[in-house]
């Protein structure tokens, strides 16, 4: 089926795609949000799986609401394997998370997110999010996103002493405000999350609960992280972060919720779901559903403790002077060099990090005054403790290097010769 070789058909893009690989070989991916999934995962993401339209579900849904698994909900013919993939990627995804339904159609995080709001509620509606320069998201509020435009999202952030979520303000706010929805969930917080409290708020004003686990979903199925089920009533989660599967995104949330959810999603905001990114997701589901994945979800969290130590040892200050998850926020004003500056010297050193705002930043999200590093991709690799001493101190290196092209060469050679040790894709 592959006999025309992509290097044959199109050489460009076959050469990208090569150079995108041996820079991810030779480098470091420290960006928290990415991680390297399994093989199998791409094959299925590589798969005729991607030419169907499947518009609708892999099961009837009658006028009462309940459903049948046994008759098509499809728009169009032919989907009989689709729905064996699509059912597969449900049931894992309900085993995981001990989720009441799931929609595993969402194209990303961001529809994920404005397809609940869509679900329940009206425009205009008051919906509490975290901000994003305190660590939220751009889907959680913010005012150049469709969520701050088409909703009045009031926003919570951390204490200005402790960089903490505040839960006896984040209350206050709640009962002032009173939303109709509440959301818990962050890109940037280095600290475990109070889903339980989160949704105990939500309960007490009559809120409909939300969390936005995308960062952390690989490390909930691990027992790294307390978890946000059975007790939240929506959850939302991409599925390319710790959780190791495709680029995608999935809706989970309990059974009352589950037609509104579903109407929302198709014909909602979607159209014909992604097939082939479904078919990598039930890939991925299986792959979470091993006990070897719980090892693998406790060692990002250690390899980040690691590495924040590494990182502290050499002068670095850290948001909440820690972590307990798999991502470390660096407070770079100490170093005398911006987030931005800092991501390009590390680029060059063949680290990758991003640029990022930290609590109470007098800098832009261009211009930030931290970087955000984490270690889900680095622990799928093999790297333990040990190599985190390591990376900590190519870190240290290359910052107090940056302005020197020749010393950051240097470094990089010592990034390859790790990198090498560890290979993705053997
Ligand atoms: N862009 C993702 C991140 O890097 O955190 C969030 O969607």
Redo the contacts with the bound molecule.
């Keep these: 089926m592959f006999n025309d070789s992509l290097e044959k058909s199109d050489v460009d893009v076959f050469n990208a795609i090569v150079s995108e690989d041996n820079r991810t070989a030779e480098g470091l991916e420290l960006?928290?949000?990415?991680n390297f999934p399994s093989k199998s995962v791409l094959q299925a993401l590589g798969s005729v799986m991607n030419n169907k339209y499947a518009e609708g579900y892999p099961f009837f849904r009658k006028k009462d609401g309940t459903v049948e698994w046994d008759k098509t909900g499809r728009y169009y013919g032919g989907n009989r394997y689709i729905d064996v993939v699509e059912k597969l990627a449900i049931e894992r995804a309900k085993k995981l998370f001990g989720a009441e339904h799931v929609n595993v159609q969402p194209y990303s995080?961001?529809p994920a997110n404005i397809e609940v709001y869509f679900a329940l509620l009206v425009f205009g509606d008051r919906i509490m999010g975290m901000s994003l320069d305190h660590g939220g998201?751009?889907t959680h509020g913010h005012p150049v996103n469709f969520s701050g435009r088409a909703y009045n999202f009031v926003q919570y952030g951390v204490d200005e002493e402790s960089n903490l979520l505040d839960y006896d303000n984040i209350r206050k706010m709640a009962e002032r405000e009173q939303p109709k929805l509440i959301l818990s969930g962050a890109?940037?917080y280095p600290r475990t999350i109070d889903f339980r409290e989160f949704a105990d708020i939500a309960k007490d004003v009559g809120a409909i609960s939300m969390s936005d686990i995308?960062?952390i979903a690989g490390l909930i199925v691990g027992d790294a992280h307390p978890s946000p089920f059975p007790f939240t009533d929506v959850v939302t989660t991409?599925t390319h972060?710790t959780l190791r599967g495709p680029r995608g995104a999935m809706i989970m949330c309990k059974k009352d919720f589950a037609q509104k959810i579903d109407k929302a999603v198709f014909p909602g905001m979607q159209g014909g779901p992604h097939e082939h990114a479904i078919a990598a997701k039930a890939v991925a589901f299986n792959e979470a559903l091993q006990p070897g994945f719980k090892d693998y979800a406790r060692q990002i969290v250690k390899n980040a403790k690691a590495l924040a130590d590494g990182l502290m040892s050499h002068g670095f200050k850290l948001v909440t002077d820690g972590t307990d998850n798999h991502l470390i926020l660096v407070d770079l004003r100490n170093k005398n060099i911006t987030g931005k500056e800092a991501e390009a010297a590390l680029d060059e050193a063949g680290i990758t990090v991003?640029k990022n705002t930290i609590p109470y930043d007098t800098g832009t999200p261009w211009n930030p005054s931290g970087i955000r590093l984490g270690t889900p991709a680095i622990t799928t690799r093999g790297m333990k403790e040990s190599e985190m001493k390591t990376v900590a101190e190519l870190i240290s290196k290359a910052i107090d290097v940056a302005d020197d092209d020749s010393l950051l060469e240097k470094v990089r050679g010592n990034v390859r010769e790790l990198s090498e040790r560890f290979p993705i894709y053997s």
């Design positions: 960006i928290p949000s990415e995080g961001s998201h751009l890109t940037a995308a960062h991409t972060k991003n």
